[in-house]
């Protein structure tokens, strides 16, 4: 494990559609216990990083490493950065993993950390090939972020469209007729460089979209992608922790 790197997981109590979701019982473990260990496989120093008191007290139950936040972070990359400071880490690369993604492999963590092996890199992000057999109407989906990038990887755009827009074919056909790729939400910044974008104003294309990664590429930021065949279990909503559960319960 490379000891430059820290990974923190922002982890929020409040939500619109699942409030306490971190401290969420997924086979005899709490969400935020799961994902904390599963990114303890990759990354030597790890860190929640909350606004409430139940959260901290279940992180420090379990012997994991959580420091306090504000509570009126705009997003989780706010949230990063205060908890970076407040750790008193020296890592030259922060690791922002999604607290409600039980199932992250650590082989992900570890294909965003190699980006970084290029000195170049003061961004990166992870992707997904779109599965097919899924349909178009899993495409069409607002809430899954499509993305684009350049031959090297760079992302060129992020959308909660379709991107890109096949010209002249049915959309029936679209699937058979170029490549898609899908956000996965877990970023790797520089220190130097996450300092910088949590200065950034909101820009026109992140307002339109609502995806913060669009106020970094229109400010002039490159955003390295590296792509991930896993395929997540996010916990947005009651149903998606009964499927997690499920999950869990095939396991063993």
């Known amino acids: 494990m490379r000891k430059d790197i ?15 979701k971190p401290l969420a019982d997924i086979g005899g473990m709490t969400m935020i216990e799961r994902v ?15 606004d409430d008191e139940r959260i901290y007290d279940c ?18 990359t706010d949230r990063c950065h205060e908890a970076y400071k407040q750790s008193g880490s020296t ?22 950390c190699d980006c970084f092996k290029d ?19 899993a495409l069409f989906d607002p809430n899954l972020v499509k993305v684009v ?13 379709v991107i890109p827009y096949v010209r002249s074919y049915p959309w029936q056909e679209w699937l058979d007729r170029a490549a898609y790729l899908t956000h996965v939400g877990m970023y790797g910044y520089r220190a130097e460089t996450l300092g910088e974008i949590i200065k950034l104003p909101r820009s026109p294309l992140e307002t339109a979209e609502s995806l ?16 991930t065949e896993y395929d997540n279990i996010g916990i947005d909503t009651p149903e ?10 095939k396991l063993g």
């Not at 913060?212 to 792509?227: D, F, K, N, P, S």
């Open 149 to 161: 990038t350049d031959e090297n990887g760079m992302a060129l755009y992020f959308s909660r469209s």
């Open 6 to 20: 820290i990974g923190i997981i922002p982890a929020r109590y409040a939500s619109s559609r699942f409030p306490g």
């Open 212 to 227: 913060e990664q669009l106020r970094w590429l229109q400010a002039g930021y490159r955003i390295q992608t590296a792509v």
């Open 240 to 249: 998606d922790l009964e499927e997690a559960r499920r999950r869990i319960a």
């Open 91 to 112: 890592a030259e690369i922060i690791i922002n993993i999604q607290g409600d993604e039980p199932f992250v492999e650590p082989e992900q963590i570890e294909s965003l």
């Open 59 to 76: 992180v420090k139950g379990f012997g994991g490493r959580v420091v306090m936040t504000s509570p009126n972070h705009p997003s989780g």
């Open 36 to 50: 904390y260990r599963q990114a303890s496989k990759a990354i030597d120093e790890v860190v929640v990083a909350t």
């Open 119 to 137: 000195k170049e890199v003061k961004l990166a992000t992870l992707v997904r090939r779109f599965d097919k057999s899924k349909g178009f109407e």
